[in-house]
T-cell receptor, first 112, second 113 residues
Framework: NAGVTQTPKFQVLKTGQSMTLQCAQDMNHEYMSWYRQDPGMGLRLIHYSVGAGITDQGEVPNGYNVSRSTTEDFPLRLLSAAPSQTSVYFC???????????FGPGTRLTVT | GDSVTQMEGPVTLSEEAFLTINCTYTATGYPSLFWYVQYPGEGLQLLLKATKADDKGSNKGFEATYRKETTSFHLEKGSVQVSDSAVYFCALSERDYGQNFVFGPGTRLSVLP
């Protein structure tokens, strides 16, 4: 049981490049979410999904896309990277919408 | 909307000192409350939780009691260790909201030997 896995662990992008952050969980959780963590700002919700085929925006969705084609996977796409997207990104999953969330180890992204 | 407020850090304590990290919340309904811990370079891990008023969550010597009358969920530990140095996040979840999980800003704890 690997829990929540994220790849890559580190990534450097140039402004304007696109990329996908991968997230997978093997706990059969319905609820998955993406957060970004910035110094002094805690965690902010980017997008979330309550099940395969269902996604919705969080607090800071601009510049990011998501899709949920399977229960296990929830990739986050950066369409055109900007320096303001330099951050640490965490994926999380939970059994239900009010249950404790399990976090991945994070992806540290730098946009130059 | 819902919100979580935590005491400002950083908090620096000597080993074996008593720890309190204050957390208060604003919610329209009946949320579940959580404390998460983040060790350097890692993701967040659930430390403890409480789902109804007067519930006490506990784990690894840490405790927090769900106080509905004061909308608080303060984290306590009687004797901290150097290994407790981390960032602690208070959070709530509430069923009626789409953005159901709300985190506080985090409190950094440093424990000195």
């Amino acid at each position: 049981n690997a829990g929540v896995t994220q790849t890559p662990k580190f990534q450097v992008l140039k402004t304007g490049q696109s990329m996908t952050l991968q997230c997978a969980q093997d706990m059969n959780h319905e609820y998955m979410s993406w957060y970004r963590q910035d110094p002094g700002m805690g965690l902010r919700l980017i997008h979330y999904s309550v099940g395969a085929g269902i996604t919705d925006q969080g607090e800071v969705p601009n510049g990011y896309n998501v899709s949920r084609s399977t229960t296990e996977d929830f990739p986050l796409r950066l369409l055109s990277a900007a320096p303001s997207q330099t951050s640490v990104y965490f994926c999380a999953s939970s059994y239900g919408i009010m249950d404790e969330q399990y976090f991945g180890p994070g992806t540290r992204l730098t946009v130059t | 909307g819902d919100s979580v407020t935590q005491m400002e850090g950083p908090v620096t304590l000597s080993e074996e000192a008593f720890l309190t990290i204050n957390c208060t919340y604003t919610a329209t309904g009946y949320p579940s409350l959580f404390w998460y811990v983040q060790y350097p370079g890692e993701g967040l891990q659930l430390l403890l939780k409480a789902t109804k008023a007067d519930d006490k969550g506990s784990n690894k010597g840490f405790e927090a009691t769900y106080r509905k009358e004061t909308t608080s969920f303060h984290l306590e530990k009687g004797s901290v260790q150097v290994s407790d140095s981390a960032v602690y996040f208070c959070a709530l979840s509430e069923r009626d909201y789409g953005q159901n999980f709300v985190f506080g800003p985090g409190t950094r704890l440093s424990v000195l030997p």
